[in-house]
């Protein structure tokens, strides 16, 4: 009895992942090997099982790596890989430098000061992600707000050209991830003893190096998990290239997605899928390791 | 420091909030603006609203959109509970690193290959495309952000309150419908919510999972918006915002007066 | 010792051939893993009985209450309660009820609410609960609480509740787990008569794991004494003490001094122990003899030897040293007494003066003492 209910608890959600989860992400693996081709579905092999044993050998003959030597051999992608790569790290850094002092304030802000806090960074994760890129439409294109403001103050004499440029994509991506950069590093902030930076002022450091050489070092988990919960999202990122980036401005999301519904190249789709996804194997089980280190490091 | 804001703390917080705050404040300000020219100010009105409610096509997919969002966080609240429950109760089985793989791999997944992967699954299986199949799509990825949540508050529950129950006569259903998901209710709940704004908020596997006749609200929007800004959508998303806000604020403040109260009630308990 | 005093006699089952046991471990073994929880244990258990499972944390003791319980099953042997064994039983259909050590009161119920759990889960029919439970609740001095959740009482209140929860089903048996552990000394040393009162009163088999030997003492009918998975004796708390069978429990079991040697023989059968070249055997008493040249310890506590300056006359067991070291602790003065071999013994003496007309003090030579009978000499 109590074998036949685990089995059923355990059953339910693990065949539904499996449907849901694994088999399409096989279907996707099966595709990049395929063909493209003029039909419904427009992709061949197709596999067809009533043709038993020899029908499936003849099918798996007809699978290739053709995709991948393709992707390889056509510059626009490897360029799409490397300026997403390059995105995502550069508003990675940028979230950072924004985000610390906010962390840091927040962890030092009087007691009954920071559940309100808390609630003003998680209030935006709650929004929809759309609309806030789509605030910034507003504001950065050539008659927006941030040019009223700049001529305004005479910063500048002649509008600048910021929407559609990858600027914008990089202030879309510090915007929208902000609070997964926050979040970590004020978790960290918090529990620091406060007695630890007395300590080390009393052991002659300056308020500077209190910071440089306590303060900083102890933070370096709750860095390093924002760091990765920015940079992993950032890489796949579809909706702040498409709206905030120009036609120069190439990220590997968009590239799939045009791949996908303009160009209707369902197998090349599915092999710049799973080089996104091999790109990103790196950075996620690194991620992995540093919360299991955190993990141990609390116990 | 408890006492006061230093200078520098006090001027991060504020960049920083006015940072994250100013963008939706303009956003807010213009859907009043009388003019269609979303960027220079004309005066106040309201009238974007009133035609935003007399467009139907919004109207459908925010329906649309709340049906789906509805339906998917229950489904996904009830698998990730289970699949909570099966992550810190069951111990080994057959399979385990792959089950918790797959519990945590949505997570990470780019939305992109997400999308991409079951439109074609739906395809291979011959499925037809509408709401339905982004409730499953939605399901699916809501329900590993639900057992995360729950699965962390699990974590945490002392397991003989759970052995006391069944020592007292419950059986092992009973137990966990009378002890165990009364308390880790607050868990579940933020886990429905979690599911619910996760739902209402994405585009990208909607896109992809979608069919000709059931359209999302984020669709709309994002095909609206790709023609440009507009004080229509700027009105929309004062609604959405001011929900959300809504939401938030009264959740944080019941659950600080349930905090107070709490404490009110062990300082009454000492006496 | 706090038992009933039967009108036939003295509380003790155990003794009598004909009395059958509510409990029987029959060659119980519990492996996790490669870990032996529970190695190969057979006892008996008697209906009314207050009964300790004493030893330190990992000994296998909360395995075996979890055991009776039905959270863990025996992976060898057989459990019976009242001659039927349990082992298919689940714990929701089990004539047995625990006391958590972390107590387990459900927090999203109030103090009535937690007390009726298990009621409603009976065969009780739901008019009768309401009795039942204000009857648990005067039982345990709870009335004024009834409708309090249990974060708002204190902790010695939550353990009342705990135990009227377990209570209220009238379980055939009562499985206490460190249930006194949270609880700070004097409170403890409140609740532990609390406690005994409420087991007599009720007339329920408790059984009790504890680490704290001075509960044990205190509360039980019986302590076993667990080490390893294995129980090394079952006794009553005055023969653990005064007759411990084991190194290991006169060692558990408050404070001894131990000195190793041969075992020896006389010509009538009195054993002694030989401790080194030139010195005076040991003699004490012995339960099990054993053939001489055995290795043995013998073992006698402090407050069963005398000190003083002058030499005794006629007594075997003396020994001379210097003090090394006093710990006063108020009513008696532990003294360290170092011997020229290098032995260190302690002595106990009763406070009867005041401090400032003791005879000895740091630095005395001084002779230890004590009776043929004070000590044990122990084969293991």
């Not at chain 1, 999202?233 to 996908?260: C, N, R, Y």
């Not at chain 2, 106040?44 to 919004?58: D, I, P, R």
């Amino acid at each position: 009895m109590t074998k036949l209910r685990r089995f059923i608890l355990i059953f339910v959600p693990y065949s539904w992942l499996v449907i849901l989860f694994l088999v399409p992400f096989g279907i996707v693996l099966k595709i990049s090997l395929s063909d493209i081709a003029i039909a419904r579905p427009p992709y061949t092999p197709i596999l067809d099982l009533s043709t038993g044993w020899a029908g499936f050998k003849e099918y798996l003959s007809q699978l290739d790596f053709e995709n991948f030597v393709f992707l390889a051999e056509d510059r626009l992608y490897f360029l799409a890989y490397l300026s997403s790569l390059k995105i995502a790290l550069i508003s990675t850094v940028l979230t950072l430098i924004v985000g610390y002092p906010i962390a840091y304030g927040m962890a030092k802000a009087p007691n009954h000061w920071r559940p309100t806090l808390m609630m003003l960074v998680i209030l935006p994760f709650w929004t929809s992600f759309l609309i806030r890129v789509y605030a910034w439409m507003g504001i950065l294109s050539q008659e927006g707000f941030l040019n009223q403001f700049l001529l305004w103050t005479g910063l500048t004499s002649a509008p600048l050209t910021i929407l559609n440029t990858d600027i914008a994509v990089y202030i879309g991506i510090v915007y929208t991830y902000l609070p997964f950069m926050i979040l970590p590093i004020y978790a960290t902030l918090e529990k620091l003893d406060d007695s630890l930076i007395e300590a080390a002022e009393d052991l002659g450091c300056s308020r500077l190096s209190a910071f440089w050489l306590v303060t900083a070092p102890l933070s370096k988990p709750g860095v390093i998990a924002g760091c990765f919960l920015v940079f992993i999202p950032a890489l796949g990122e579809f909706v702040i290239p498409s709206l905030l980036g120009g036609s120069d401005t190439i990220m590997i999301g968009k590239v799939l997605w045009d791949e996908f519904f303009s160009n209707r190249d369902w197998p090349v789709a599915s092999a710049v899928a799973i080089i996104l996804l091999l790109l990103l194997v790196i950075p996620i089980i690194l991620f992995q390791r540093n919360e299991q280190k955190n993990r141990e490091a609390n116990q | 420091m408890t006492g006061r804001f230093s200078w520098f703390n006090a001027t991060s917080l504020t960049f920083g909030f006015v940072f994250l705050y100013l963008p939706m404040l303009i956003l807010i300000i213009f859907s009043f603006n009388e003019s269609r020219l979303v960027t220079v100010w004309a005066g106040f009105s309201t009238k974007w609203y009133g035609e935003l409610f007399q467009n139907e096509a919004f109207l459908d997919a925010a329906w649309v959109t709340l049906k789906v969002a509805f339906w998917s966080s229950t489904f996904a609240t009830v698998l990730g509970t289970i699949a909570a429950y099966v992550m810190v109760r069951s111990g080994r089985f057959l399979g385990r690193t792959l089950f918790s793989g797959m519990i945590y791999a949505p997570l990470v997944m780019p939305e992109v290959i997400t999308g991409l992967s079951l439109l074609l699954f739906f395809i291979a299986i011959g499925m037809d495309r509408g709401a339905t199949t982004i409730i499953l799509a939605h399901t699916t990825f809501s329900m590993c952000y639900v057992s995360v949540v729950v699965s962390s508050r699990l974590a945490s529950f002392d397991r003989s309150l759970e052995e006391a129950a069944l020592d007292l006569g419950c059986t092992p259903f009973d137990a966990f419908f009378s002890v165990t998901l009364p308390i880790i209710a607050p868990a579940v709940i933020s886990g429905w919510l979690l599911a619910f704004t996760l739902s209402l908020d994405d585009l990208v596997i909607a896109s992809f999972t979608t069919g000709p006749s059931s359209t999302t609200l984020p669709i709309k929007i994002f095909s609206a918006v790709r023609l440009g800004v507009s004080p229509e959508i700027n009105a929309l998303s004062t609604i959405m915002i001011g929900l959300v806000t809504i939401g938030v604020i009264s959740a944080s403040l019941a659950s600080r007066g349930l905090i107070a109260r709490r404490e009110k009630e062990e300082r009454l308990a000492q006496k | 010792m706090a038992q009933t005093q039967h009108p036939q006699g003295v509380f003790a089952p155990w003794d009598d051939p004909a009395e059958k046991p509510i409990i029987r471990f029959q060659s119980v073994s519990k492996h996790f893993g490669d870990f032996t929880a529970i190695d190969d244990l057979t006892l008996d258990i008697y209906s009314r009985e207050f009964f300790a499972l004493l030893g330190p944390s990992g000994c296998g003791k909360t395995t075996l209450m979890r055991m009776l319980a039905g959270f863990e099953a025996p992976s060898e042997g057989t459990i019976l309660l009242d001659d039927k064994d349990i082992a298919a039983v689940p714990p929701n259909q089990r004539a047995v009820n625990m006391m958590f050590q972390s107590y387990a009161l459900f927090p999203h119920l109030n103090v009535h609410d937690n007390i009726a759990f298990g009621l409603k889960r009976s065969s009780m029919p739901k008019t009768e609960i309401p009795a039942r439970v204000d009857e648990m609740l005067r039982l345990t001095r709870l009335e004024k609480f009834a409708k309090r959740k249990p974060h708002q009482i204190s902790g010695g209140q939550r353990q009342r509740v705990a135990l009227a929860r377990s209570l209220a089903k009238a379980p055939k048996l009562l499985l206490l787990d460190e249930p006194l552990g949270a609880l700070d000394k004097k409170l403890r040393n409140d609740t532990q008569f609390e406690l005994m009162d409420i087991q007599e009163r009720t007339g329920t088999t408790f059984v009790i794991v504890t680490h704290d030997q001075e509960e044990a003492m205190t509360v039980a009918s019986r302590i076993a004494v667990m080490d390893e998975g294995r129980i090394v004796q079952v006794d009553t708390p005055d023969r653990i003490y005064e007759t411990p069978n084991a190194v290991y429990v006169a060692d558990f079991i408050g404070d001894v001094n131990l000195v190793h040697g041969k075992l020896h023989n006389d010509d009538q059968g009195r054993p002694s122990v030989h401790w080194g070249e030139g010195r005076t055997p040991i003699v004490g008493s012995m339960m099990d003899p054993a053939p001489a040249g055995t290795e043995v310890h013998f073992a006698v506590r402090p407050e069963k030897i005398n000190i003083g300056t002058e030499r005794p006359r006629d007594v075997t067991n003396c020994v001379r040293g210097k003090i090394l070291d006093i710990a006063y602790l108020g009513n008696i003065s532990t003294y360290h007494v170092e011997l020229p071999s290098g032995e260190v013994f302690k002595a106990q003496a009763t406070n009867s003066r005041r401090i400032a007309r003791r005879s000895f003090t740091w630095e005395d030579t001084v002779w230890l003492w004590w009776s043929d009978t004070a000590g044990i000499i122990l084969t293991r």
